[in-house]
């Protein structure tokens, strides 16, 4: 069975640090892999997704970045957070035919900016 | 176009009783439509899901009523259980999925 995994659960960070956000997924090939923002009591912002190595789309101007180094790694990555950075990340997967096909959400990674 | 209003934001029901979240959609081309649960902490889960060719789903006492022609969707949740208590967001999708903003829903013990 597929599994996703996101580390750390928690993280906490004073402005301007760098930060690096893991995401694998075990179980399935070529998925499409997702990076979203939820802040507290709003619902899901989509910051990246990727279609295959190598391959990441913006969805929106911000001060992150996204790589996918391997084909089942997503990584979420700041040279030096802002305190607007703050929020719950979560990291989804889709087969790789994305019509019909729900996404798989990890468990997030609470961000907390000082 | 692109859009999924979702209704209502937060919504309190006796234990028992019936929970019912509604969802709006403009865009024609949205093929799929999955409803996810969210527990505190956690990410989103896959709850119930639709496509366009069906009315309704049933899935225990979770329900999708699907309208086409409305362009609507709503999720029921029958006898509803403390264990209930979570945010509900409907999504819609084809090439890309567009979430709606969440229903913080509470069940009364």
Same mark, same amino acid.
């Given at each position: 069975?597929?599994? *996703?995994?996101?580390?750390?659960?928690? =993280?906490?960070q004073?402005?301007?640090?760098?930060?690096?956000l893991?995401c694998?997924v075990?179980? $399935?090939?070529?998925?499409?892999l997702?990076?979203?923002?939820?802040?507290?009591?709003?619902?899901?912002? =989509?910051?990246?997704?990727?279609?295959?190595?190598?391959?990441?789309?913006?969805?929106?101007?911000?001060?992150?970045?996204?790589?996918?180094?391997?084909?089942?790694?997503? *990584?979420?990555?700041?040279?030096?957070?802002? =305190?607007?950075d703050?929020?719950?990340?979560?990291?989804?997967?889709?087969?790789?035919?994305?019509?019909?096909?729900?996404?798989?959400?990890?468990?997030? $990674?609470? =961000?907390? *900016?000082? | 176009?692109?859009?999924?209003?979702?209704?209502?934001? /937060? &919504?309190?029901?006796q234990? +028992?009783?019936?929970?019912?979240?509604?969802?709006?959609? %403009?865009?024609?081309?949205?093929?799929?439509?999955?409803?996810?649960?969210?527990?505190? +902490?956690?990410?989103?889960? &896959? &709850?119930? #899901?639709?496509?366009?060719?069906v009315s %309704?789903k049933? %899935?225990?006492? !979770?329900?999708?009523?699907?309208?086409?022609?409305?362009?609507?969707?709503?999720?029921?949740?029958?006898? /509803?259980?403390?264990?209930?208590? #979570?945010?509900? !967001?409907?999504? #819609? /999708?084809?090439?890309?999925?567009?979430?709606?903003? +969440?229903?913080?829903?509470?069940?009364l013990?």
């Amino acid at each position: 069975s597929q599994t *996703i995994h996101q580390w750390p659960a928690t =993280l906490v960070q004073p402005v301007g640090s760098p930060l690096s956000l893991e995401c694998t997924v075990e179980g $399935t090939s070529n998925p499409n892999l997702y990076w979203y923002r939820q802040a507290a009591g709003r619902g899901l912002q =989509l910051l990246f997704y990727s279609v295959g190595i190598g391959q990441i789309s913006s969805e929106v101007p911000q001060n992150l970045s996204a790589s996918r180094p391997q084909d089942r790694q997503f *990584i979420l990555s700041s040279k030096k957070l802002l =305190l607007s950075d703050s929020g719950f990340y979560l990291c989804a997967w889709s087969t790789e035919d994305a019509s019909n096909q729900p996404q798989h959400f990890g468990d997030g $990674t609470r =961000l907390s *900016i000082l | 176009q692109q859009q999924v209003k979702q209704s209502p934001q /937060s &919504l309190i029901v006796q234990k +028992g009783g019936i929970s019912i979240i509604n969802c709006a959609y %403009e865009n024609t081309a949205f093929d799929y439509f999955p409803w996810y649960q969210q527990f505190p +902490g956690k990410g989103p889960a &896959l &709850l119930i #899901a639709i496509r366009p060719d069906v009315s %309704e789903k049933k %899935e225990g006492r !979770f329900t999708i009523s699907f309208n086409k022609s409305a362009k609507q969707f709503s999720l029921h949740i029958m006898d /509803s259980q403390p264990g209930d208590s #979570a945010t509900y !967001f409907c999504a #819609a /999708s084809n090439a890309k999925i567009i979430f709606g903003k +969440g229903t913080r829903l509470h069940i009364l013990p």
